[in-house]
């Protein structure tokens, strides 16, 4: 990726040599891309909070109303689903999804 500076090319090695556990053990999205561990990636858009029944009426009125404001606050979210099975995923950073489909 030609276009990275030296700074974003730094967070993205990071972001993609840092160890997670999966569930076949601990790993890191590079290794698992080049595995061939994800078939396909998405970008989503996903409600920035869930709704909490309790915590909505425990507040007074001024609180409900921000709280019904950030409901409605949606934010993006880059998955790479599993090649064993399509309806799971990951969710990862802009940039691990960038480097997949580059």
């Not at 996903?46 to 709280?67: E, G, L, S, W």
């Not at 790479?80 to 099975?85: G, M, N, Q, V």
């Not at 691990?96 to 489909?101: I, W």
């Amino acid at each position: 990726m030609a276009d990275l500076t030296k700074a974003q090319a730094a967070r993205q090695t990071a972001a993609l040599d840092k160890k997670y556990r999966f569930s076949h053990g601990a790993d890191t999205f590079r290794g698992m891309i080049a595995a061939g561990k994800f078939s396909h990636a998405e970008i989503a858009t996903v409600p920035r909070i869930t709704y909490d029944r309790r915590k909505f009426n425990r507040m007074d009125y001024k609180a409900q109303a921000d709280y019904e404001r950030r409901l409605a606050e949606t934010k993006t979210e880059y998955r790479l689903y599993y090649a064993s099975d399509n309806d799971t995923f990951c969710v990862v950073p802009k940039l691990v999804f960038d480097y997949f489909n580059a």
